[in-house]
């Protein structure tokens, strides 16, 4: 269970936390009986009432002069509030960490006084940038193409929602570093919170952690999981806590225990004293505050969304039911049960660097489950900046494009697409005409080399894949359709698994040959995507007409002209 172990931990949190509350408020409040933290939320001198006030264990809410008094022990050296509906926690100056928390600074018997001050805001239809697994590691150039690609194509794309005077905050599902580099290259979590204020990231930004924003210098002991959080918390505050946006109710848990076990060789990476390895869980404590939380969302017709970084529910084979739950089996239930009340809940993860959604009701054999939906979203930094730094396109392991997810929501209505870095939000998929893929690989001497070394992996060259179309649609869910015709007759469309070519030219070559990495054992496994479509015209040249239609009735388009050749940058 992450807990504070000593106060001298706690002070030294204070001494370098940023983003944090610093307000002081001249309204009058006093600590009760009992009470070590106290104080007030008001919003520009008027005291709020019925805000939600947390120590991560306790949960109260301010009186009608918006005071607060929490009896706490102190364990998470820390005090934050629950944003209420309508308004927005202050950032400082180019900040764009909302000051939702507040450090700890007195020994857990003394009294100690924290204010919050917010500002009010209609928020009741707004916009959320779901973003995950950015990587930043000061390697691989990726600082600057984190600010001169996904920045520039962020911006444009909220900015339509801006001009309507629609709010946008971002979510962030963790592995914003890496902790396999923090002391090679000198950058860690901490660095990457300054760098959302350096590059001037366009939207308030909240936050939670993944397994690589642990520090991986921490050693293997019963308390290797609060001590490894140490760094995040003093750049990013509470590792769970929630808050409101209009009639939505958001929860940001940290869904990764980091174990860092021994390992019985050394591995590389400066500092690294383990394996950095981490199982899915959530701590005690949090189950304890999630189902006191909760409690304080009267309405239960309220959407919750919940922001994790590893996935939680996924189909088992990534394509039909059943429904896999990742948390031990002694946790699901309890995690369940916390939200059977609730009509609509929305889980928002990352950790796979790829597009999942899973439905709940997908499965008839778990039906309390049947009101949860997860979002698995494709990673910002794609292959972790790699394939850029090859200089081919931003892409994932299964040639997913790197991106982000935007979700429309307005009032209890919620509604999702998927936004590619290096395309539009109209540009949802994408045709390979195998006739150009066989000829790429048949010919091509590097395609030859990694085959040769690598045999598992998918020969597009042999005769079985000629004369096909395969569409490749990123964010497909099983409400999707797809249709397909040539001069007017529709083609039978079936899905299948399989292998990414570009992903083969942008990542694996380069990565393998270029490095002389000829034995790695990740490459030599087959790697297919589930998001696949196969049709086979009736000619190699014929003109196909492609249509995706998502689960809100939208329609994307292709018009596919034949032959069609195959190359690193195709779209």
């Avoid at 591995?267 to 939380?293: F, P, S, Y």
């Avoid at 939680?312 to 429904?323: C, G, H, K, S």
């Avoid at 942008?506 to 490459?523: G, Q, T, V």
Wanted: glycine share 6%; charged share 25%; net charge negative.
């Amino acid at each position: 269970m992450k807990r504070l172990t000593t106060l001298i931990l706690a002070l030294a949190v204070a001494m370098t936390a940023v983003a944090q509350s610093t307000f002081t408020s001249t309204l009058k409040a006093k600590a009760a009986k009992g009470a070590t933290i106290y104080g007030t939320v008001e919003c520009d001198g008027t005291p709020l009432a019925g805000v939600v006030v947390s120590d991560g264990y306790q949960v109260v809410k301010t009186d009608k002069n918006g005071v607060y008094n929490i009896p706490s022990e102190k364990r998470n050296g820390y005090v934050f509030i629950s944003i209420p509906s309508g308004y927005e926690a202050l950032t400082a100056g180019t900040d764009v960490v909302p000051q939702l928390w507040a450090t700890l600074t007195a020994d857990s018997s003394t009294a100690e006084r924290h204010d919050f001050n917010l500002r009010k805001v209609d928020n009741d239809r707004h916009v959320i940038v779901a973003v995950a697994d950015i990587h930043l590691s000061n390697k691989l150039n990726d600082i600057h193409t984190f600010s001169t690609s996904f920045l520039p194509s962020l911006k444009a794309e909220i900015e339509q929602y801006r001009q309507q005077g629609i709010p946008v905050y971002t979510l962030c599902m963790g592995d914003s570093s890496f902790d396999t580099y923090w002391y090679d290259y000198l950058y860690d979590i901490r660095d990457f919170r300054r760098t959302l204020e350096d590059v001037e990231y366009p939207t308030q930004f909240f936050n939670t952690m993944g397994n690589h924003d642990n520090d991986g210098a921490t050693p293997c002991d019963e308390n290797t999981d609060w001590n490894a959080s140490a760094k995040y918390r003093q750049a990013f505050g509470p590792t769970y806590y929630s808050f409101n946006i209009g009639k939505v109710h958001y929860i940001m848990l940290d869904d990764q225990i980091y174990l860092n076990e021994p390992l019985p060789t050394a591995k590389k990476g400066k500092g690294l004293v383990g394996a950095r390895n981490h199982i899915t869980a959530l701590t005690r404590a949090q189950l304890d505050w999630l189902k006191k939380d909760l409690a304080t969302v009267e309405d239960k017709n309220t959407p919750i969304v919940i922001g994790v970084h590893s996935p939680i529910f996924r189909y088992r084979d990534y394509m039909y039911a059943p429904v896999d739950c990742r948390l031990p089996a002694e946790q699901r239930d309890e995690f369940v049960g916390l939200f059977k009340e609730f009509a609509t809940v929305h889980i928002l993860s990352g950790h796979t660097h790829r597009n999942r959604c899973c439905y709940g009701r997908d499965d008839a054999a778990q039906p309390d489950i049947a009101n949860f939906t997860e979002h698995t979203v494709a990673a910002v930094s794609g292959t972790r900046w790699h394939t850029s730094a090859f200089g081919g396109p931003q892409i994932a392991v299964t040639g997913e494009p790197a991106g982000c997810k935007i979700f429309n929501v307005s009032d209890s209505d919620i509604k999702w697409y998927f936004k590619a870095t290096e395309f539009s939000a109209d540009d949802q998929f994408r045709c390979f005409d195998m006739n150009g893929v066989s000829d790429y690989y048949r010919t091509n001497n590097e395609v030859r080399v990694f085959l040769d070394h690598f045999p598992k992996r998918t020969d597009y060259a042999k005769e079985k894949f000629r004369g096909k179309v395969m569409i490749h649609v990123w964010d497909w869910a099983n409400d999707w359709k797809i249709e397909v015709t040539e001069n007017g007759t529709p083609l039978e469309v079936t899905r299948e698994k399989a292998e990414n070519p570009q992903y083969v030219l942008s990542y694996e070559i380069p990565k393998r040959l270029w490095f002389f990495d000829l034995n790695s054992a990740s490459s030599k496994k087959k790697i297919r995507h589930p998001h696949m479509f196969h049709v086979t015209p009736s000619s190699p040249t014929s003109t196909l007409e492609v249509t995706v239609t998502d689960c809100f009735g939208n329609k994307y388009h292709q018009s596919m002209e034949r032959p069609k050749p195959f190359s690193l940058h195709m779209k």
